[in-house]
């Protein structure tokens, strides 16, 4: 039942709209930057989907990454939801942590490759008695992340008896990771590049580096033919890694625009205040509007100050006005205000006019990363594939 | 199959424990200081369960809120979740942004309050025809949190036209409500208050106020006999939304407690760096721990600077040590840390050996406020609830 007066807004909640067709958009566009590099044999692709594909479903990013070579996760459990979701190519498990052997064994997860990070995990290799299952593995190079993976002399002891187990035949494949602790800065990733290259210039056998801010960069020009697989999370969803630079500034398609609906209008006059601790004063009189979010549904309190949102399909910036609440937040709609309740509100990515608003300018005006936003969304939050 | 050498995890992700016997704690707690302040006839307490019971999950909290004499939610949805879960008692609607006449009038709701907050709302009951449901209904006061509400004059005309709709037998009843927007500073709360008494000066009917900062105050001296209902959230979650004091230092009881895995513990020598942007380097020889929880949880990025954890069951505090990633964070465990992979962390809350960290004292060291930590955990994170 509709009634007089009052939009029907549906909902009143937000939802975040995921493009599968922009995911797919930017793998292909990844696939071109690395061809466009020149090695031979062009390295392979893992389209990393942790953090339930960076917060745009596991189900969305494995229905538009069917032309990855490999899907990476981080969480046992995510690799057999990609598999039940159809994916019957390599699968890449990111950490080893809290791993066990009939996980390893188990020949329902197929071509299975895990990153190996310590002693620990190596003797449980050891012990696991996995004669053809045909495992790859990757031992990780501690680099300057520091938190994960070895460095010589470990790593040389460590890198010799995986060896022995692929001549044993318990392992497929034995190769080098490398993960970046600071590829957004030019200098600090040629220096973590030249370690690593003096590390595996000791020891034979294929590499899997880069990630999105790496492959943003120099990263292509950089392959050489060790370089077997590349590794790439965030660009995927349309977002770039890389200060002062967005996905769109490179030709990538944002996968997530998240959208509230605006709940009510208010007429405020000039001196009155809006929001906990009265946080925002009005210096005229103008229109608030009260947009269906808060910061239960991940939106983080620190947007409010320097946060702007797309009012309506035409995408008319407006600025947060006053503290984020559980629920709601308000923007200063200005003393013209056009907006009725039931416009939609975007925080970030697309409006149905085509108006954008980067996750990254998002993220910067909240003092954090676009893969904050994107993964910390709450359950309150449907994801919802455009059609 | 557990194997030589590494920990059986379990899981190797966060969890959050939440102890219903402390929201039923807190809940008493708060019903002894209301009637200490000596008023006739006691308020009563709606327990406000928004947002998903503030993280804590609506089954948990009905079942642990049973001697409340009221829940209050602010979705239309939770209204009806409330119910399956067998709350028979009153049920406040916070928002009447969205609702419809199908939903007001569904006697499946039972013993239904809304708060109207403006006049596109008023207008709908108008048009409503709901005689003989017997609804409840407040207004609500705009004071100084300006975003919803109404002020007089134009309060006062809503107030008239609820009254004839009472006295036409389509409302039970007509009250004011009043949310405070600075009620953790005692001279604006007084301010607020004494606003909102001179507005109810001009018109009869019973109040519906308080809040969890104001209940932690002085609130309770200052009720007087129109005041029908206290509403109250946080508190009864254990957690003050005073500066400076925590829940436990007022006698409640944390109701969630955050944890995590210890996944690895890393020897790292001197000078190393740890974390993304290399943003720790070790003044020392020391041991890292990395933790099973990150961003992508719901935990603030902004924990790393000056966030602690408690280690064991113990309870040791370690200081977090680089930036917080996407699926974990990292602690500095000391030279002659006794950790092991496979312990418990805390990131706030009761360690099983009865250590407490006051998710008050995190949300300081995020620059934010408790409800947020609360609140914005991502569906990654499973709900636990104490046996």
Not at 12 to 20: Q, S
Not at 269 to 275: F, I, N, P
Request: proline share 6%.
């Amino acid at each position: 039942m509709n009634t007089g007066g009052y939009p029907h807004l549906g909902s009143w909640g937000p939802r975040a709209r995921i493009d599968c067709q922009a995911i797919s958009h930017n793998l292909a566009w990844l696939r071109r930057r690395v061809a466009s590099a020149g090695t031979q044999p062009v390295p392979r692709i893992w389209a990393v989907i942790k953090a339930n594909a960076y917060g745009h479903g596991l189900a969305h990013a494995v229905a538009a990454l069917q032309n990855a070579d490999g899907l990476a996760v981080s969480d046992p459990h995510d690799a057999y939801h990609v598999r039940s979701l159809g994916w019957g190519g390599p699968l890449l498990l990111l950490s080893a942590c809290g791993l066990e052997v009939d996980t390893l064994a188990d020949p329902a997860l197929g071509e299975l490759h895990v990153v190996i990070d310590d002693e620990y995990q190596l003797a449980l290799l050891e012990a696991s008695r996995l004669t053809g299952r045909g495992l790859h593995v990757w031992l990780r190079y501690a680099g300057r992340l520091g938190s994960h993976g070895l460095r010589d002399p470990a790593y040389g002891r460590a890198y010799a008896r995986l060896q022995s187990l692929q001549r044993a035949g318990i392992l497929a494949q034995v190769g080098h990771l490398h993960h970046y602790a600071s590829a957004e800065d030019p200098d600090a990733l040629r220096q973590e590049r030249s370690e690593f290259a003096a590390l595996v210039g000791h020891h034979p056998g294929p590499c899997n580096t880069g990630n999105s801010a790496a492959l943003c960069g120099a990263a292509p020009e950089a392959l050489d033919d060790r370089t077997q697989w590349l590794r790439c999370g965030l660009l995927l969803f349309g977002a770039s890694a890389l200060p002062g630079v967005t996905g769109a500034d490179l030709g990538l398609r944002p996968a997530m625009s998240l959208q509230a609906p605006l709940l009510a209008v208010r007429h405020i006059r000039a001196g009155q205040t809006v929001g906990y601790g009265e946080s925002f004063r009005t210096q005229r009189d103008t229109y608030i509007g009260v947009v269906g979010v808060g910061y239960s549904h991940g939106i983080p309190r620190s947007l409010w100050q320097h946060g702007r949102l797309l009012a309506g399909h035409g995408g008319r910036p407006v600025p947060a006005a006053g503290r984020v609440a559980m629920d709601t937040l308000t923007v200063d709609l200005g003393p013209d205000a056009p907006e009725q309740p039931g416009d939609v509100m975007t925080l970030w990515g697309q409006t149905a006019g085509g108006a954008h608003l980067p996750v990254e300018t998002v993220a910067a005006a909240c003092s954090t990363i676009a893969a904050e936003l994107l993964t910390s969304l709450t359950a309150r939050v449907p994801l919802q594939a455009d059609s």
